[in-house]
């Protein structure tokens, strides 16, 4: 039975994935999927790790202003998402290479060769217009992805 809730509340936030992954943004469902993406090899060069989440803030603001500074002339290398309350243990894993950073979600994480360089949580993101989120990640982009 906890299977078809799951692949129920699957099927309901598949639209609030795909806001992203249409974005040319891989998501990451498992702790082995964010090792691989974070460390090593996959960690050289800049990276945005978006933490997606169901709620509105993410809904009406985090993810368009995603979509809105993906059109800035600098970007990250590599986009990564995790989303929170649906892959845990991924999201989990993924919040281990923020550092001392809380967990917030949404949230955004800029690594430059797998250090977290700027992170925008959710209190930066609630009731701030998109316009200024935005803002705050290209001008996050400008500094550490060039």
């Keep these: 039975m906890q299977n078809f809730y799951l692949e129920q509340m699957r099927m309901m936030t598949q639209h609030m994935r795909d806001e992203l992954t249409q974005l040319g943004i891989k998501e990451l469902t498992t702790p082995e999927e964010v090792d691989e993406a974070l460390k090593g090899e996959g960690a050289k060069g800049t990276a945005l790790i978006v933490v997606n989440s169901v709620c509105g803030c993410a809904a009406g603001l985090a993810r368009p202003a995603v979509g809105l500074s993906l059109e800035n002339e600098v970007k990250p290398d590599h986009l990564y998402t995790v989303f929170a309350g649906q892959d845990k243990e991924a999201t989990e894993q993924a919040r281990t290479y923020f550092g001392q950073e809380p967990p917030s979600s949404p949230s955004f994480a800029i690594m430059k060769d797998g250090k977290l360089v700027h992170m925008i949580h959710r209190h930066e993101?609630?009731?701030?217009?998109?316009?200024?989120?935005?803002?705050?990640?290209?001008?996050?982009?400008?500094a550490f992805c060039k």
């Design 125 to 142: 993101i609630e009731n701030v217009p998109v316009e200024i989120i935005t803002a705050n990640l290209t001008q996050a982009y400008n």
